[in-house]
Every structure is written in structure tokens, then in C-alpha cells.
């Protein structure tokens, strides 16, 4: 059963809003110190959100034509909801 089917104004602004995103994490990234020798190149919480996106561009690719299932829209969302968990804990470590 389709759930939600995606026009393409709602399709475009959606994209343009996450690469506008990863433009910006990009400077961030960019602007970081380069590890020394021995150091971690990688936060841990960077591994788990890097995990999470994947596997909702997993379940974006079986995605039939421009519509979402009722399954593949709460396996995007707990997707979503781990990645702002991940990123509430590390906050509250800081």
C-alpha cells in the first residue's frame, strides 16, 4: 500500500535543503584540524550518523517510482529518530 507519493516542487526543495546541509558540513569538516599520528580521524557519533544515512538511502532506493510504502516511511523515521538521539547524547556530553 502507498502511503506517501512525492511531487517533484516537494521532491526539489527537500533535495535542495539537504545539499544545502551537506555544503555546510562540508565547511565545517573542512575546517577541522587534520589528526596527528595515533588519533582517531573520526568521531564516533560521525560512524553511527554516517550508518543511519545509508540506510535510509538503502530504503530510498527501493523505493518504488516516487512513492513510499507505510513500512518504508517508519524504517526512515526510526532512521531519523536514531540520528537525533545520537546527536542529543553528544550534547549532552558537552
Known sequence: ???LV?????VRGLVA????????LGQMGGAAQQPT???R????????????????NRTLEQADGASLTK??????????AAIAQAVEKEAAHR
Do not use: C
Open 1 to 3: 500500500m502507498t502511503l
Open 17 to 24: 535543503a539537504i545539499r544545502e546541509m551537506a555544503v555546510l
Open 6 to 10: 512525492l511531487d517533484k516542487v516537494g
Open 41 to 56: 580521524t573520526s568521531h564516533p557519533v560521525l560512524g553511527q550518523l554516517i550508518k543511519r544515512f545509508e540506510a535510509i
Open 71 to 80: 513500512a518504508q516511511l517508519r524504517s526512515i523515521a526510526r532512521n531519523f
Open 37 to 39: 599520528a595515533g588519533q
